[in-house]
T-cell receptor, first 113, second 115 residues
């Protein structure tokens, strides 16, 4: 089955700096990669996703890049703000054969003033 | 995005009792719902996948007689923790997948505390 590794487990950045979170996956057939943000005690919320036919996707301060050859994808947050502080989870799935997401272990992002 | 409602948000119960958690898709029909368990500072651990009208598929190591899942309609799935014990205390989260989509929408979670 799919295996997703996520790094780093914790990340502290100063407000205004950029943050990068990286994930690798094992199943080359995976074709959909969402990123979820979870604030303490709250539900995970989808913040951005990318499909395997695209190399990069941006949404304001958030971007995701995908390298299918290397089987890794990354989340980039620019101009970080205190409200970006949360736990971020990457996930991967082969939508053709599976319905369940395989999640990474999460990255706790702390944006300091 | 789509809305998934989960109730209750918090439950405290005595050891040996059963607790039912509901997960509803409010504005779409969910062909598939998922139940996760999350320990503090850890990732989401999938417990089971439920499809409307059929038996749930449990992940390895999850006791199906302990965690009863029912997906009786396209908008409602329930998880019943039977004979709860303190080690069952956790944050339980559901998610729902609509027909023809790959996006999962999550409920707000239920924090279960078993005394």
């Amino acid at each position: 089955g799919e295996n997703v590794e996520q790094h780093p487990s914790t990340l502290s950045v100063q407000e205004g700096d950029s943050a990068v979170i990286k994930c690798t996956y094992s199943d080359s057939a995976s074709n959909y990669f969402p990123w979820y943000k979870q604030e303490l005690g709250k539900r995970p919320q989808l913040i951005i996703d990318i499909r395997s036919n695209v190399g990069e996707k941006k949404d304001q301060r958030i971007a995701v890049t995908l390298n299918k050859t290397a089987k890794h994808f990354s989340l980039h947050i620019t101009e970080t703000q205190p409200e970006d502080s949360a736990v971020y989870f990457c996930a991967a799935i082969n939508t053709g054969t599976a319905s369940k997401l395989t999640f990474g272990t999460g990255t706790r992002l702390q944006v300091t003033l | 995005g789509a809305v998934v409602s989960q109730h209750p948000s918090r439950v405290i119960c005595k050891s040996g009792t059963s607790v039912k958690i509901e997960c509803r898709s409010l504005d779409f029909q969910a062909t598939t719902m998922f139940w996760y368990r999350q320990f503090p500072k850890q990732s989401l651990m999938l417990m089971a996948t439920s499809n409307e009208g059929s038996k749930a598929t449990y992940e390895q190591g999850v006791e199906k007689d302990k965690f009863l899942i029912n997906h009786a309609s396209l908008t409602l799935s329930t998880l019943t923790v039977t004979s709860a014990h303190p080690e069952d205390s956790s944050f339980y989260i559901c998610s729902a997948l609509g027909s023809g989509t790959v996006i999962q929408y999550f409920g707000a979670g239920t924090r279960l505390s078993v005394l």
